[in-house]
């Protein structure tokens, strides 16, 4: 199995390409092009494994060519040690209906994500199992929930990271900075944005 960038698939296409035989990944340049929906208004890079890897390791395919599994995946960057960050292949979300599909450009470096880099901790918040850093995150959207009417595909956004219960007394009051039950991107046991794709509430989108 091996990640495979497609050529760039659009709304007007709505394709992506892999080979026609995946055992020949590395043998032939031979592809195929596989109809794929693509419900987003702009160009968006598709990335694919094939193979047996797909199911064992990315969950259920996406598609697939003949009897070989293919899972649309994306690259994540995890720190899975103490100063230690390495690329790995994840399957690329997608958005629930209350959702948007966020394609990541930018994302700032925090004093917080410094300091799990280095120690691994803060305060009582530490990492234990391999994580994804980063929160202050900004991009495009290319896809959303069938019930979301704002923002919309190809809006340039920006992700607020911390989501919280939105039924405790504090977010009753609007402070829902203090909800006991914040999901807050980048924090234990949480990911945050150092992918390629995120799926978030889209009214914590702006």
């Given amino acids: 199995s091996k990640i495979v960038s497609s050529e760039t698939a659009s709304s007007s296409t709505d394709c992506i390409s892999v080979p026609t035989d995946p055992r020949q990944i590395n043998l032939s340049p031979t592809y195929h ?3 794929l929906p693509v419900t987003s208004a702009v160009d968006v890079q598709i990335r694919v494994v094939v193979g047996e890897s797909c199911g064992r390791h990315l969950g259920e395919p996406s598609f697939n060519i003949g009897n070989y599994p293919v899972c649309i995946v994306m690259q994540a960057a995890v720190m899975t040690d103490v100063e230690t960050l390495q690329f790995e292949a994840r399957e690329r979300p997608t958005p629930d209906d209350d959702e948007v599909l966020v394609r ?10 410094l300091h799990y880099y280095t120690e691994g901790k803060i305060g ?6 391999p994580i994804v850093l980063g929160h202050e995150s900004a991009g495009e959207v290319v896809e959303v929930g ?4 704002s923002p919309k595909v190809g809006d340039r956004v920006t992700i607020e990271p911390g989501v919280p219960c939105r039924r ?12 006991d039950g914040i999901t807050f991107m980048a924090t234990p046991p949480d990911d945050g944005a150092f992918v390629e ?5 889209a009214d914590f989108v702006y």
């Fill in 124 to 129: 009582d918040f530490v990492v234990e199992d």
């Fill in 197 to 201: 794709y995120v799926a978030w509430p």
């Fill in 104 to 113: 990541i450009s930018d994302v700032g470096i925090c004093g917080s994500d």
């Fill in 33 to 35: 092009t596989i109809p």
């Fill in 168 to 179: 405790c007394e504090f977010c009753k009051r609007g402070e829902y900075h203090l909800c």
């Fill in 146 to 149: 069938d019930a979301v009417e």
